[in-house]
């Protein structure tokens, strides 16, 4: 059966209101890690979100945007899609200390992002300094169980140069990224509380795509037995720029930023039963 677009939000000129919202869900609202070093400016074209590490610090900086589903149970399979462009970055952004535009499935319905808090996330990885897998633009799929190997993962672009993406070398219309994420919840209500995800990232006409679970939101002991709309609910959707926390020593100031373009949901029926018990 296909799916059903429930959701849908341009954010031409700053926009977060739906002109789509079939479930009635309201519009987008911003949000952020405690802390300085946040920003949200329109633009005739969409919403710029921006994040600043200032120097010295260490910890995770991100900056976002989220709907709170009304009742979406975990057991849901939907996905969510995210155009944006021209993104931009001064610091320094390697392997262990990258930033990312990323989408974003919480447990909690908050808007306040939270180290360790749990979230599965699909994200548009970026690099500037070279380490273990080298300089580039990426699909990635943190902390995930099983997936392809972060190391061997595919570079859609291999420079540290944001220029291209800019506007700014005459290229007209700029480079659009497309950023989605299938999500699966049927085996989260399982003993091993596991969710199932696809990710796709498209920069122009490249692309690549990633399978995966996780067991980050809902971590077991479950019950054995749940009945569909009986589980936990997803607390949000959403997306964000964000700066991933680093382990080594305090790090000189870092800057990042896009525009976020339009921000879509589309929604497949739930399954009649589910049942995990023997």
């Not at 926009?15 to 920003?39: A, F, R, Y």
């Not at 990426?138 to 392809?148: H, S």
């Not at 070398?169 to 994420?181: K, S």
Request: net charge negative; hydrophobic share 35%; proline share 8%.
């Amino acid at each position: 059966m296909p799916s059903t677009r429930v959701y849908f939000v341009d954010f031409a000129d700053g926009n977060v209101i739906p002109s789509l919202d079939v479930l009635e869900w309201g519009q987008m609202k911003t949000g952020e890690t405690s802390g300085p070093g946040h920003s949200i400016a329109s633009d005739p074209e969409g919403l710029i979100v921006g994040a600043n590490r200032l120097s010295g610090w260490s910890a995770q900086v991100s900056t976002s945007v989220y709907v709170m589903p009304r009742e979406l149970p975990v057991e849901s399979r939907f996905a969510i899609r995210l155009g944006f462009d021209t993104p931009f970055a001064a610091g320094h952004f390697d392997d262990k200390n990258p930033w990312a535009v990323g989408l974003l499935v919480k447990k909690d319905a908050s808007v306040h992002d939270t180290p360790g808090e749990p979230v599965i996330a699909t994200t548009c990885q970026f690099r500037t300094e070279n380490g273990n897998t080298g300089v580039g633009i990426r699909l990635n799929t943190p902390a995930n169980q099983q997936g392809d190997n972060k190391l061997t993962a595919t570079n859609l672009a291999s420079s540290a140069d944001y220029s291209p993406y800019s506007g700014d070398n005459g290229l007209v219309p700029r480079v659009p990224f497309t950023l989605e994420f299938l999500f699966c919840g049927a085996g989260a209500v399982s003993p091993l509380g596991f969710a199932v995800g696809y990710g796709s990232l498209r920069i122009g006409e490249q692309s690549d795509q990633r399978v995966f679970s996780h067991k980050g939101l809902w971590p077991p002991p479950l019950l054995p037995t749940v009945a569909v709309g009986e589980g936990p609910t997803i607390g949000a959707l959403g997306a964000s720029v964000v700066i991933a926390g680093s382990d080594g020593p305090p790090r000189g100031a870092d800057e990042i930023r896009a525009r976020l373009r339009t921000f879509a949901v589309d929604l497949w029926p739930l399954r009649e039963s589910v049942s995990t018990g023997s």
